[in-house]
């Protein structure tokens, strides 16, 4: 019977560690070792007033935070944006190891484009971006600054002196409006898109193995006759 208490023990121990990558959309169909990078719309707003591309990358990378796939488990994101110093493609590219072969999904594990070049291609996506941070669908505007190739979008940038940014609409994917539906008063509080840095598709958990050969093991500790 000690046996049988201290196997529960472990049982316990197994369930109880943490799973940092919870809250992360893992796409069907990737193995492990599988590369991708995930997109979302923040359910967090700011105004686009700022020149500055890393006040941009704080809002998202905040909300990242707050709901698990940020720093904790050790993730960057970036804001999909363009100011007058710096373009979404370039500001983004760096998150890129490979720009040409590594997807892109949403937080729902749906593909958005096939590689940043895709995501870039100037018109329509494989998907919307649609889902935000905690993986909700929400349908709204998004503040970018940018052309549909990813370049700044001349005098309607983030931060632009004229007072007025290019924002995009998450629910878009078949024209490229999702990221220059319209220009307006930069003042207003709108959503921002984040981009991840490269996700690698691991194995289960020991945890997850552990538990599933505990139970098997349980029920044949429970048929033991007791000594």
Do not use: C, K
């Amino acid at each position: 019977m000690g046996d049988f208490r201290f196997l529960l023990a472990a049982v316990a121990i197994a369930l109880s560690a943490p799973s940092a990558n919870a809250a992360l959309a893992v796409p069907a169909g990737l193995n492990p070792g599988d590369t991708y990078h995930v997109i979302f719309v923040s359910s967090t707003m700011r105004d686009a007033t700022s020149t500055n591309i890393l006040d941009y990358d704080a809002h998202v990378t905040a909300a990242a935070n707050a709901a698990g796939i940020g720093s904790g488990i050790g993730l960057e994101w970036r804001a999909l944006g363009s100011t007058t110093s710096v373009s979404a493609y370039d500001h983004l590219a760096p998150l890129f190891p490979d720009t040409d072969n590594t997807p892109i999904y949403n937080q729902n594990g749906d593909l958005v484009a096939t590689d940043l070049n895709g995501l870039f291609a100037g018109g329509a996506l494989d998907g919307p971006i649609l889902y935000d941070e905690n993986g909700v669908s929400l349908t709204t505007l998004a503040w970018t600054g940018t052309f549909s190739n990813g370049a700044a979008y001349t005098s309607f940038t983030l931060g632009a002196a004229n007072g007025f940014s290019i924002y995009g609409n998450s629910n878009i994917q078949f024209s490229s409006t999702w990221v220059t539906n319209a220009s307006g008063d930069a003042t207003l509080s709108q959503s921002i898109y984040g981009v991840s840095g490269l996700i690698t598709v691991v194995p289960l958990p020991a945890a997850a193995w552990l538990f599933g050969s505990s139970l098997g093991l349980l029920a044949w500790l429970r048929r033991r006759p007791i000594s």
